[in-house]
């Protein structure tokens, strides 16, 4: 619904709790996260849609939050790194990075795990091929992938 000047109410749920935000429609997912939501876990570097360190997951599926309006949103359900992990526990693919030792700067981390984690809902006994292809939009410039790899088979392993 439009609101002033330019502005739209766009309700939606982030890590299970409902929001809701007044954004311009041309406002980013990942501006709306940050900003005005205050989660900064999801990382903004290139801002173009060509790293993946903005990676989110909507409605369970992993998306650039740069490249996605927040009114798009509208209504559904969007998961950011601050939410996997649960009762103060780290989510499995968290542990599995910290395991593999799968991050060096951890621009791209957020990122990563995002995909892995909608990759193991998928498939919860992912190949090296089968994480390689879900993190194939991440870019790592510290060249962390076989880490990555690693950490992506290995949190297949454990128990979510």
Same mark, same amino acid.
Request: with cysteine; aromatic share 2%.
């Given at each position: 619904m439009l609101r002033g000047p330019g502005e739209a109410d766009i309700a939606f749920t982030?890590?299970?709790?409902?929001?809701?935000?007044?954004?311009?429609? *041309?406002? !980013? @997912?990942?501006? =709306?996260? *940050?900003? !005005? @939501?205050?989660? =900064?876990g999801t990382k903004k570097v290139c801002d173009e849609g060509t790293c993946g360190a903005c990676t989110v997951l909507v409605d369970g599926r992993p998306v650039y939050s740069c490249m996605t309006l927040a009114i798009t949103c509208e209504g559904k359900s969007i998961e950011t790194?601050?939410?996997?992990?649960?009762?103060?526990?780290?989510h499995p693919v968290q542990r599995a990075f910290i395991d593999a030792d799968a991050f060096q700067c951890g621009f791209c981390t957020p990122g990563q795990i995002m995909s892995i984690v909608a990759l193991l809902r998928e498939n919860s006994?992912?190949?090296?091929?089968?994480?390689?292809?879900?993190?194939?939009?991440?870019?790592?410039?510290?060249?962390?992938?076989?880490?990555?790899?690693?950490?992506?088979?290995?949190?297949?392993?454990?128990?979510?």
């Open positions: 982030v890590n299970g709790a409902p929001a809701k935000v007044r954004a311009a429609p *041309r406002r !980013t @997912l990942l501006d =709306t996260l *940050r900003e !005005t @939501l205050a989660l =900064t790194i601050e939410g996997i992990s649960k009762d103060g526990e780290l006994a992912p190949t090296e091929d089968d994480v390689r292809r879900a993190v194939a939009g991440n870019l790592c410039r510290c060249g962390a992938y076989p880490n990555i790899v690693k950490a992506g088979v290995s949190a297949g392993k454990r128990k979510s």
